[in-house]
C-alpha cells in the first residue's frame, strides 16, 4: 500500500470514528437540543437527561440515537 493510499484510509477511518463517537455520546449529540430545550436546567442528577426526554419528539435524530445508545448502558 502506497503511503498516499495509507494516510487516505487513516483519515477516513479517524473521521468515522469521531463521527461514531459524537453519535453515541448524549453531551455531543445533544448539545444544541440542550441549549434550544434545556439551557436553564443545572447538570446533576439526572435532571438534564429528563428534561430532553420531556422534549423526546422534538429532539434531533442524532439526539434521540444517543439517549437510547445511553438507556442501553
Known amino acids: 500500500m ?3 493510499n495509507f494516510a487516505a ?3 477516513v477511518v ?3 470514528g469521531a463521527a461514531s ?7 455531543g449529540a445533544c448539545k444544541a437540543d ?3 430545550f434545556c439551557a436553564g436546567i443545572a447538570p446533576g442528577g439526572g435532571k438534564v437527561i429528563a ?3 420531556a422534549k423526546r419528539d422534538q429532539l ?9 445508545g ?3 448502558k
Not at 463517537?21 to 453531551?27: K, L
Not at 434531533?60 to 437510547?68: G, I, M, N, Q, V
Open 21 to 27: 463517537a459524537q453519535s453515541s455520546d448524549p453531551r
Open 9 to 11: 484510509f487513516v483519515v
Open 51 to 53: 428534561c430532553l426526554d
Open 2 to 4: 502506497s503511503k498516499l
Open 60 to 68: 434531533s435524530a442524532s439526539c434521540k440515537t444517543a439517549l437510547d
Open 14 to 16: 479517524a473521521i468515522s
Open 34 to 36: 440542550y441549549d434550544k
Open 70 to 72: 445511553r438507556k442501553k
